[in-house]
């Protein structure tokens, strides 16, 4: 089946602690992206990457990294500079420029900060 | 700058027709999107609009789009228990820009 594997689904870290997500797709896309998810304030974009090899900061990108060394994998880093990491986080992938511009979401990630 | 503005909460009872509304800035938005938010779950597309549409009809889905006021909206027909999801008005072809997503609320 294609589509696109967060891991894991729920994780818990004590402050002053990196933790990195998971974000894997299979479905040939160029485009991957990473939202933050909290309550009543929709999605938020932290990083986004046309290309492998290459990515771009979103509005919220401070306290997180990320990397694209390979076009199926784009995990993301909460590092311990990030003030309130506890929330939903939910990664995508599209065709980038091509096609209607729909994103395709994983199943999202719950990050508890202890 | 860019903005999707969308209403919270909506409350209806099953079998009536919901309408959720949205309203954009960016004009030179090719698609407008509408993607459903099961709980605990990502996102999904319900459907979507091309620019140059005013309307998009899709079974129980109707899309309406009035560009003179950036003015988005989705009807659900007969709605059921199994629609009270989160929905998300978006604008933007290759980052999207998403509203704060409206809770569909459906009662017996």
């Known amino acids: 089946d294609g589509g696109i594997t967060q891991s894991p689904k729920y994780l818990f870290r004590k402050e002053g602690q990196n933790v990195t997500l998971s974000c894997e797709q299979n479905?040939?896309?160029?485009?991957m992206y990473w939202y933050r998810q909290d309550p009543g304030q929709g999605l938020r974009l932290i990083y986004y990457?046309?290309?492998?090899?290459?990515?771009q900061k979103g509005d919220i990108a401070e306290g997180y990294s990320v990397s694209r060394e390979k076009k199926e994998s784009f995990p993301l880093t909460v590092t311990s500079a990030q003030k309130n990491p506890t929330a939903f986080y939910l990664c995508a992938s599209s065709m980038g420029g091509k096609g209607t511009g729909e994103l395709f979401f994983g199943e999202g990630s719950r990050l508890t900060v202890l | 700058g860019e903005d999707v503005e969308q209403s919270l909460f909506l409350s209806v009872r099953e079998g009536d027709s919901s309408v959720i509304n949205c309203t954009y800035t960016?004009?030179?938005?090719?698609?407008l999107y509408w993607y459903k938010q099961e709980p605990g779950a990502g996102l999904q597309l319900l459907t979507y609009?091309?620019?140059?549409?005013d309307m998009k009809q899709d079974q129980r889905l109707t899309v309406l789009l009035n560009k003179k006021d950036k003015h988005l909206s989705l009807r659900i027909a007969d709605t059921q228990t199994g629609d009270s999801a989160i929905y998300f008005c978006a604008e933007g072809s290759y980052i999207p820009t998403f509203g704060r997503g409206t809770s569909l609320i459906v009662h017996p």
């Open positions: 479905l040939n896309h160029d485009a």
């Open positions: 990457s046309q290309i492998v090899n290459d990515f």
């Open positions: 609009i091309f620019s140059n549409m």
């Open positions: 960016d004009s030179s938005s090719t698609y």
